[in-house]
């Protein structure tokens, strides 16, 4: 199919149904509860200069981990509503900053409409849920309404963000091409440690100089850990020797985390 961003925006959210997203390759677009997205997926997100285009999901947070509860944020603006956590990165007034900034009367940016000003804050206990995309930026909003343009990352990468680290990132690159095995590295390694606050702590204090090459590090040493899985995974499906193959090589990818963690907090 050769649908535009353009006409997978229309069909998503000219009328109001479910979830900001559009499934699968640029195929039919529909709109689509983010809980329903899995890595490879294309959804629709915006490029620097503010155009519609097509992004893929690396990896879909808190899938696995779907009993995790937190505070959100329910901003109504002209158009419609989004619900993020406090620390989720949006653009607010011009400027990338963490959702708990925002105020009555800030603005959100919009894929076509250009600005949108917050008319209500409300807040409330439920699930969280977070695809990231490969450029870090989606389009998204809730079950009704039109749009706003927000990021995929929590306020503890706001120091890697000006560095557009994904989309040239080996892990990237190892999650495009083992899209499940990577989702699955990220449910049973990587998650537990982001959830436990390890890896925020360390990249949060990161000074914005050094931010590249802190990246290079942790890019590195988690593209290593990841690969060690996909060859555990590739393994236990040839040999049949899952659990044991398995739980080494998670073994050994979790001290990997656990290294990238020691190397950055000696670093901070």
């Avoid at 495009?176 to 990220?186: K, M, R, V, Y």
């Amino acid at each position: 199919d050769t649908s535009s961003p353009q006409e997978a925006y229309n069909a998503c959210f000219s009328t109001s149904t479910t979830t900001s997203a559009v499934t699968s390759a640029p195929v039919a677009a529909e709109r689509v509860l983010m809980r329903h997205l899995h890595a490879n997926d294309f959804v629709l997100s915006t490029d620097d200069s503010g155009s519609l285009v097509f992004d893929r999901i690396v990896m879909n947070q808190h899938i696995f981990h779907s009993h995790l509860q937190s505070t959100l944020l329910t901003i109504d603006h002209d158009k419609g509503q989004l619900s993020v956590t406090p620390d989720h990165i949006l653009p607010i007034d011009g400027e990338l900053q963490a959702a708990r900034n925002i105020r009555i009367g800030s603005h959100l940016v919009t894929p076509l409409d250009g600005v949108v000003t917050v008319s209500r804050i409300a807040s409330k206990v439920s699930g969280i849920i977070n695809p990231v995309t490969t450029s870090g930026v989606i389009v998204a909003a809730d079950i009704q309404g039109s749009p706003v343009v927000s990021s995929t990352f929590g306020e503890w990468m706001l120091p890697l963000m000006a560095a557009k680290p994904l989309p040239y990132s080996i892990i990237n690159m190892l999650a495009s091409l083992f899209p499940e095995t990577g989702q699955a590295f990220h449910d049973l390694v990587l998650e537990p440690v982001v959830v436990s606050a390890s890896i925020p702590s360390v990249i949060g204090g990161i000074p914005p100089i050094i931010a590249p090459l802190c990246w290079l590090v942790f890019d590195v040493l988690m593209s290593a850990s990841l690969a060690c899985f996909i060859a555990a995974s590739t393994l236990s499906a040839v040999f049949g020797q899952g659990g044991v193959v398995a739980i080494a090589v998670v073994a050994v990818s979790a001290g990997l985390v656990a290294g990238t963690n020691r190397v950055g907090a000696n670093k901070a």
